[in-house]
């Protein structure tokens, strides 16, 4: 959750049926948590948040980027869902025009509502699952070197 603006959950296991049936896009890779605490930061580029993250600081309060979760020790393939509310969705429905000018695709947002509307306040779930089958790496971004490329699902 890039703003940690408690716009994502984090499941550990088997999803809803809403969850499952209403996530359009997601990014799939493993994960070994040996020590048992998952750490997420939004950026990640700055070495001394880096260090604040892992060190177990308390966050500022009005400044919080990182966050510790407590998950049991093992392997784990972990899946980060997108839904209709989620910024990775909302900017997907932005296209250039032949002329390229920007314009969003009106057709696929009411497709969206209609049939994956997702709830309210939720624009991410972080999954977390048994490892159980190979996961291939997930696609790097281009531009950025991160992992941000989601896979829009049909």
């Not at 049936?21 to 040996?34: F, G, H, S, V, Y």
């Amino acid at each position: 959750d890039c703003a940690l603006d408690n716009n994502t959950l984090f499941v550990m296991g088997d999803l809803t049926e809403w969850q499952e049936t209403d996530w359009i896009a997601k990014i799939e890779c493993k994960l070994n948590i040996p020590c048992g605490k998952f750490v997420i930061l939004c950026g990640g580029g700055d070495p001394d948040e880096l260090e604040d993250a892992i060190s177990l600081k308390p966050s500022q309060p009005n400044y919080k980027i990182s966050q510790v979760i407590d998950v049991p020790k093992g392997e784990y393939i972990v899946e980060i869902l997108a839904y209709y509310s989620s910024m990775t969705v909302q900017l997907s429905l932005d296209e250039y025009d032949s002329n390229f000018n920007m314009q969003e695709n009106v057709e696929l947002k009411d497709w969206y509502q209609k049939n994956r509307p997702g709830v309210q306040n939720v624009g991410y779930i972080i999954r977390f699952s048994p490892l159980n089958r190979q996961v291939n790496l997930p696609t790097l971004d281009d531009e950025t070197g991160w992992v941000g490329v989601f896979e829009f699902r049909d």
